[in-house]
């Protein structure tokens, strides 16, 4: 059995093809972004999607879809596999009779960032790489750290100055080499990162630098698909940092669709703050290439505040665009009152995930989603790592309980009136 069907590297820009299994970050020629193909007449011929529903539910059970060449070097937490929950709240709220959460709160580290960087650092295990590189504004930092560990790694990780204090602490946890990183722009990181393949040779484990991590993004499309009956939901829904979760999803929804196991398409909804939404401002140009944007202190969701993606953010309004879908940003307020309904969903999500609930608001309101729509929003990161936000968004109760029989009973009679 084949275990793999990834067959080598291609370059976005000059179209270049790499053999697979050496350490590329982005194209030694011309520096564009390099993308890992597979042969899926191949995959046509010899998979089918009734092959996976007996395998472990994590998301290597869709191991041929990615570039891994081994199991043994597979370096795995249980990452993936998580539910998609059909809404009872918000979807009444909105109209919706068919939104559902993928709920990525549920991830090792607490966040989707475990996808990625349990395949990133798998490959890297497997071509011998021994340390690497990742920025972060905290979730990829810790899932990083964690899986480098397990692998035996020596991870180094640049956290952004705006990083919480315990998102900070997690990363140490983990037992990364850290250092603040202090910047103007993304524009500042990024430049100092494509210089450092260059010169330094230095393995990168940063988004779309590193052409393994959105490769497990992919996953997402392929449990949603499975768990709706091998249908493609109507809309999908992610919040846009890098843009490597959307794009990973957007890719793995082209696959299924190639192999001919999912019929339709999603449109893909990239979601940003208002205070620095390039790949929304793009969007609402109609061009196919971002520029800077914003100001990324402005806001809460810090796991989204990226105000240049990485060259151009082409492939985002790519998957934006190919798919019918469109780009919306939202306000601190917005993503608060988010917050508040995924509670009465059972989900405590960080705010840069509950910004996929408020554009969907946001969305209907506009009418660019209908209530027959079979929506999935997906909530990439849980709010326990960033729980000044949830002490915002819920006010504390002032009730005071002494305790006797006589009291809980005046409580209760005072609180069920
Ligand atoms: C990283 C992150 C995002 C954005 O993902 P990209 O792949 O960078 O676009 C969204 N939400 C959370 C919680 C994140 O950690
Ligand atoms: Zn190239």
């Known amino acids: 059995m ?37 042969d899926l007449d191949r995959m046509k011929l010899e998979l089918h999607p009734k092959l996976f529903d007996s395998r472990e539910p994590s998301m290597w059970r869709w191991h041929e879809f990615y570039p891994l060449q081994n199991g043994t070097n597979m370096v795995s937490m249980g990452e993936g596999g998580t539910p998609l929950l059909p809404s009872v709240y918000a979807g009444r709220m909105l109209g919706l009779s068919n939104l559902y959460f993928k709920n990525d709160a549920m991830m090792p580290t607490g966040s989707f960032k475990d996808r990625g960087f ?76 494509e210089q450092a393949v260059k010169e330094l040779g230095l393995y990168q484990f940063v988004n779309f630098i590193n052409p393994a991590r959105h490769e497990a993004m992919k996953s997402y499309a392929y449990e949603i698909s499975q768990a709706l009956g091998w249908k ?12 490597g979760g959307i794009w990973g999803a957007w890719k793995g929804f082209c696959e299924l669709n190639q192999l001919g196991w999912i019929e339709s398409l999603p449109r893909m909804v990239a ?81 840069a995930s509950a910004a996929s609930l408020a554009a969907l608001k946001r969305a209907v309101s506009a009418g660019t989603v209908q209530p027959d729509d079979c929506v999935v929003c997906v909530i990439t990161g849980s709010g326990l790592k960033q729980p000044s936000i949830i002490q915002q968004a819920v006010a504390e109760s002032q ?15 005072a609180l069920w009136k």
């Open 399 to 413: 009730l005071e309980l002494t305790a006797s029989f006589d009291n809980l009973n005046k409580l209760l009679t």
């Open 232 to 243: 493609a939901p109507d809309v999908m829904i992610h919040p846009v940092g890098t843009g």
């Open 118 to 193: 349990s395949l990133a650092v798998s490959f890297a295990k497997e071509m011998g790489i021994t340390r690497g590189l990742t920025y972060s504004s905290g979730n990829a930092g810790a899932s990083f750290a964690a899986y480098a560990r397990r692998a035996g790694l020596d991870a180094t990780v640049l956290v952004e100055y705006l990083a919480n204090p315990i998102k900070k602490g997690i990363i140490g946890l983990y037992g990364a080499r850290t250092a603040t990183l202090h910047f103007e722009s993304m524009t500042d990181i990024t430049a100092m990162l």
């Open 2 to 38: 084949t275990w793999s069907y990834a067959t080598h590297y291609s370059c976005d820009n000059c179209m270049e093809h790499y053999e697979l299994i050496q350490p590329l970050n982005t194209c030694p020629i011309c520096g564009g972004l390099l993308e890992i193909q597979y």
């Open 271 to 351: 979601v940003q703050p208002k205070a620095t939404g390039p790949i929304v401002q793009a969007f609402n140009q109609g061009a196919r290439h971002a520029e800077k944007h914003g100001d990324s202190t402005q806001t809460i969701a810090q796991s989204i505040a990226a105000d240049a993606p990485i060259q151009g953010g082409r492939r985002v309004l790519n998957a934006v665009y190919d798919s019918g879908g469109f780009a919306e940003a939202v306000t601190n307020e917005e993503i608060i009152e988010a917050v508040q309904w995924l509670g009465n969903e059972g989900i405590c999500a960080e705010p």
